[in-house]
Structure formats: structure tokens, C-alpha cells
């Protein structure tokens, strides 16, 4: 089940992050990996934003997907699920309930910044309707956002912006 996040759910989301983070090992990516989740105050930020979501299996907690308004669309900032749920379609429910909220509040598509070569990645999201944004289209605050991510480790592997279409 995918519902809005509550107050109590915020101490569990560091911990899928960390969780989630160690895929990326496989992929010769450790500095993701070792990359410390959100502190705690950016996940109450969303959820007084009414911008994070969780997933549930049997009441507990094993996804999250985190927004953020970026030139007037959702951008889903991050979405992770723990790595014992992988491969059950939890992930792409959580960002197809942010697409259906970005469709019924803001009538816009839902954007979001992934890495190309991730099989879990862009390939996955354009499975269910995500297509690549050429960095020549976007927004002022979206091109923001991928400077952003280029002064990071992140410049190190190839990112696409992408945009939903459903």
C-alpha cells in the first residue's frame, strides 16, 4: 500500500536509504553507496509539504518516495525501497502515486534526475511512461538542480532529467 507519510514513518526512511544505497555497489558506484541520507529535517520538510509518500508491506515500512515542487512540477527527488522488497513493482507504485498527484494537483507530468547506466534506473522508468528531457528544454530550476548534481559526485556517471507521460 502507498498512503502519504506520517510523523512516525521518518525515523525508518534513513534507514531504507542506507539499505537501498548498498545496490549501487554492483555498479562500481561506492560513493553512492556511502552517501549519508537526507538529514532527517529534509524528510520533515516534504512531509509538511505533503511531498512524501511511503510504501507498506504487512505495516511495515519499505519504500519512500520524496518530492519537491521544481518550475511548478513534481520532481520526484528520490525514491528508494529496501533492497528485501526489490523486484515486487513496490518502486514503480510509488512513482506512479506521485505522477497521479502531480496529474490531479498541478496537471503537469512529474519530473525526476537518474543515472543512465542503472538497470533500475531510466531503462526501468521508461518502462512506465518516464521519457528523457534534453537538457535544452528544461526549466530554470530544473537546469539548477543538475548543476547541482554535476558540482557532485554524481558528474562522475552519466544523468538524464526525465519526465512522466501518463
Known amino acids: 500500500m502507498i498512503r502519504m507519510a506520517s510523523e512516525e514513518d521518518l525515523p525508518r526512511l534513513p534507514e531504507i536509504e542506507v ?22 529535517e529534509v524528510y520533515r520538510e516534504a ?26 512540477h513534481l520532481h520526484a527527488e528520490q525514491a528508494s525501497i529496501d533492497p528485501e522488497f526489490a523486484g515486487h513493482g513496490i518502486g ?4 506512479l502515486t506521485m505522477v497521479e498527484w502531480a496529474r490531479e494537483n498541478r ?3 512529474c519530473t525526476l534526475t537518474t543515472f543512465v547506466d542503472v538497470p533500475w534506473n ?14 535544452s528544454q528544461l526549466g530554470p530550476e530544473l537546469t539548477e538542480v543538475v548543476r547541482q548534481e554535476q558540482a557532485t559526485d554524481l558528474a562522475k556517471w552519466t544523468r538524464i532529467c526525465m519526465l512522466s507521460t501518463g
Open 19 to 40: 539499505a537501498a544505497g548498498q545496490l549501487f555497489r554492483d555498479f562500481d558506484m561506492p560513493e553512492i553507496a556511502d552517501d549519508p541520507p537526507p538529514p532527517i
Open 47 to 72: 512531509l509538511d509539504a505533503r511531498l512524501l509518500w511511503v510504501a507498506e508491506v504487512d505495516d511495515v515500512v519499505v519504500g519512500y518516495g520524496l518530492g519537491c515542487i521544481v518550475d511548478n
Open 92 to 95: 514503480r507504485h510509488i512513482l
Open 107 to 109: 496537471q503537469l507530468p
Open 122 to 135: 531510466a531503462a526501468y522508468y521508461r518502462t512506465f511512461g518516464f521519457i528523457d528531457v534534453p537538457d
